[in-house]
Structures are given as C-alpha cells and as structure tokens.
C-alpha cells in the first residue's frame, strides 16, 4: 500500500543533541511537509518542499532544518534541542497544485528532550 | 489574521446518537474546507473534504456541511460508535507559492460511551 513512513517512532535525546527524523513516502507526491503538534493543539507547519523548492515558515525557528535528498525522502533536523522542542513531529505528502490539497501523514515521531 | 475555532471541550456522547461537531473560521474565504481524524499518538488522516459551492457532502456515516456566509462548517457522526472516538480537526487551505498548503484547528476530542 502506498504510503508515509516516518522513523523512529520515538526519539529521545538530551538537550542540544543534534537529532534526525525521517520520512519516506511511496505516493510520489510532489510536495512533502514537517508539521510539530504539541499535546491538544493544533499540528503547525514548519516548512515544506514542492519537488526540490524549500519553502520556511516565517516563524520557524532557525534550529529546525530540512533536507530532501530525493522525491522519496525528507529529513527534519533539529540542530540543538531544547526542552521546548519536545513535541509529535508529523510529516505529510500532497500531489501539489489547486487539486485540492488533501495531506497524507505518516503515524509522527514522538520527541522526548531530556 | 486567519484564525480557526474548534471547541476546545471534549464532547462526550452515548453510543447510537448523532455527534455534532463544529469549526469555525475568521478572515478566510476558502475554496473548500477538510475534515481529518487524529487517534492518540497517531497522524491525522483525512476524512472529507467540501467545496465552496456545496452545502453539504456525505459519505457514510458522516456527514459535512459548509455555510460560507456564517462561515461555519459543521462535521456530524450519525450512528456513533465508540470506534469513533478520537479527535476531530478541520483544516483550512492557504494558497501560497503556487499550492495549498493547509492551516489546521486544534481539534475538538469525540469520546462515544457505550
């Protein structure tokens, strides 16, 4: 079945440990998106690609940055964590354009900052 | 600025009723507004989505509808089930660069007692 994978599932690091999250996707959608959802709130964007064209939220903090290497795979790295990065980091595809724009997520990687 | 308003209040229901759940939308006028599922430690998955020019759309059990004018768009469960508890978040799209990307609602919590 086609879909979105994100790795691990859950990530604990210490604070201003360099981490990676990954995503891979086998929709061979166009555009690909990292989202940070704290508990009972509401998933904010935190940047996308559309194909190879990065696109940074204007409140996107510095530490956070993405890499997509291929249509496949997209990486979040967060260079130096901190206690308030603890969070899901959910990432998601869509076909791109005015379709309609419906997202399709992966299950999310739980962060834990110790 | 584009604000999205969910009860934040769980709605707690008994199983067989109609849940009725509502989103609620300042400063947009969307082309068409989506509905997605989100299950504890899980990423959202999409449910429906209803355009514009419709009042309502269906499938299943579910049921949407889409008032522009009080810019309001209500999601109903008919026949719950305790399998239907979960969060509920709706989601607006924003176009930018070409595509939509989608700004979300935190969510309203559906638990369906049996």
């Known amino acids: 079945d086609a879909m979105v994978i994100q790795n691990p599932r859950y990530q604990v690091t210490q604070f201003g440990k360099p981490v990676t999250l990954s995503c891979s996707q086998t929709l061979n959608h166009n555009v690909m998106y990292w989202y940070q959802q704290k508990s009972s709130q509401a998933p904010k964007l935190l940047f996308h690609y559309y194909d190879k064209d990065f696109n940074n939220e204007a409140d996107t903090p510095d530490n956070f940055q993405s890499r997509r290497p291929n249509t496949s795979f997209c990486f979040l790295d967060i260079r130096s964590p901190g206690l308030g990065d603890a969070a899901m980091y959910l990432c998601?595809?869509?076909?791109?354009?005015?379709?309609?724009?419906?997202?399709?997520f992966g299950p999310g990687t739980r962060l834990t900052v110790l | 600025s584009q604000k999205i308003e969910q009860n934040s209040e769980a709605l707690n229901i008994q199983e067989g009723k109609t849940a009725t759940l509502t989103c609620n939308y300042t400063n947009y006028s969307p082309a068409y507004l989506q509905w997605y599922r989100q299950d504890p430690g899980r990423g959202p998955v999409f449910l429906l989505l209803i355009r514009e020019n419709e009042k309502e759309k269906r499938k299943e059990r579910l049921k949407v509808t889409f008032d522009t004018t009080l810019k309001q768009s209500l999601f109903h469960i008919t026949a719950s089930q305790p399998a239907d508890s979960a969060t509920y978040l709706c989601?607006?799209?924003?176009?930018?660069?070409?595509?939509?990307?989608?700004?979300f609602g935190a969510g309203t919590r559906l638990a369906v007692h049996p």
């Open positions: 998601a595809t869509s076909r791109g354009g005015t379709s309609g724009g419906t997202q399709y």
């Open positions: 989601a607006l799209p924003q176009f930018s660069g070409g595509y939509n990307k989608l700004i």
